[in-house]
C-alpha cells in the first residue's frame, strides 16, 4: 500500500479505526489490516483492535463466537 492509497483509506475511514472508532493520533498511526489469506486490505485499525483480531486467529467465526459470547447468548456446553 503506497502513501497515497493509505491517506486515501485514512480519509475514508474519517481518520478512524474502522472497529473500534478511535481516531488516530498524532503519536501512532493505525494498521494496515489486511486478510492473510489474500492479501487483500481490509482497513485500518488502532493497534488494540488489530491484535484482537489477530488473537482471535483472524476468523469470522471466532469473532462472531466472542459477540454472542459477550451477549450471553452462548454457554460452555455449546460448540
Known amino acids: ?5 493509505y491517506n486515501a483509506l485514512l480519509l475514508a475511514q474519517g481518520a478512524a479505526c474502522a472497529l473500534c472508532l478511535a481516531p488516530q493520533t498524532s503519536g501512532a498511526r493505525l ?4 486478510c492473510h489469506d ?8 488502532c493497534a488494540t483492535c488489530n491484535s484482537a ?12 463466537r466472542a459477540v454472542e459470547y459477550l451477549r450471553g447468548d452462548i454457554s460452555k456446553e455449546s460448540k
Not at 500500500?1 to 492509497?5: A, P, V
Not at 489474500?38 to 485499525?45: A, C, D, F, M, Q
Open 53 to 64: 483480531i489477530g488473537l482471535l486467529g483472524d476468523t469470522a467465526e471466532r469473532v462472531q
Open 38 to 45: 489474500t492479501g487483500k486490505v481490509r482497513g485500518l485499525l
Open 31 to 34: 494498521c494496515i489490516d489486511h
Open 1 to 5: 500500500m503506497t502513501l497515497d492509497e
